[in-house]
């Protein structure tokens, strides 16, 4: 897959939900910040969790790099942004960061997820379809 794949942002506010004793974002709350992101970008593009349960076929995590840049505290409006940086085989690494909207060189966090497509059916790895390149924003 070609690394200019689509790259799609996704803009949420840091509300109290997301804080710790601390007060600033956990470590496992930046994950599902950015599951949260990966989803709303499949659904936008058409393979949301009606066609995975349709096809029967669906994204996996096989692994996660995450790189915490700086704290992020409440109220703090932010995008995450998403991209597919390559899709070899079964085997593809989606890009994810945590910006502030108002002063964009902030970055809070960095992501480099390991993704495959998984047939739940058959329950293993199988090479992407055209319609799930399509959602995370490659070309079949």
Do not use: C
């Not at 930046?30 to 096809?55: P, S």
């Not at 076929?57 to 409006?77: C, H, K, M, S, Y």
């Not at 932010?78 to 945590?98: A, D, F, M, N």
Request: charged share 20%; hydrophobic share 35%; glycine share 8%.
């Amino acid at each position: 897959m070609d690394t200019t794949a689509t790259a799609f942002k996704y803009s949420l506010t840091i509300r109290e939900g997301h804080l710790d004793t601390f007060g600033h974002v956990n470590n496992a709350t930046y994950l599902a910040l950015f599951e949260e992101a990966r989803w709303q970008m499949v659904t936008d593009r058409g393979y949301g969790l009606e066609k995975v349960r349709q096809t029967q076929q669906g994204p996996i995590i096989l692994e996660v790099q995450v790189q915490f840049r700086r704290e992020l505290n409440l109220r703090t409006d932010v995008y995450i942004t998403t991209r597919t940086i390559k899709y070899v085989g079964k085997i593809g690494q989606v890009y994810q960061e945590i910006v502030n909207q108002q002063d964009p060189t902030l970055v809070y966090a960095t992501a480099t997820f390991t993704i495959g497509f998984f047939d739940l059916e058959r329950r293993k790895l199988i090479p992407p379809s055209p319609e799930w390149m399509r959602a995370i924003g490659g070309s079949p």
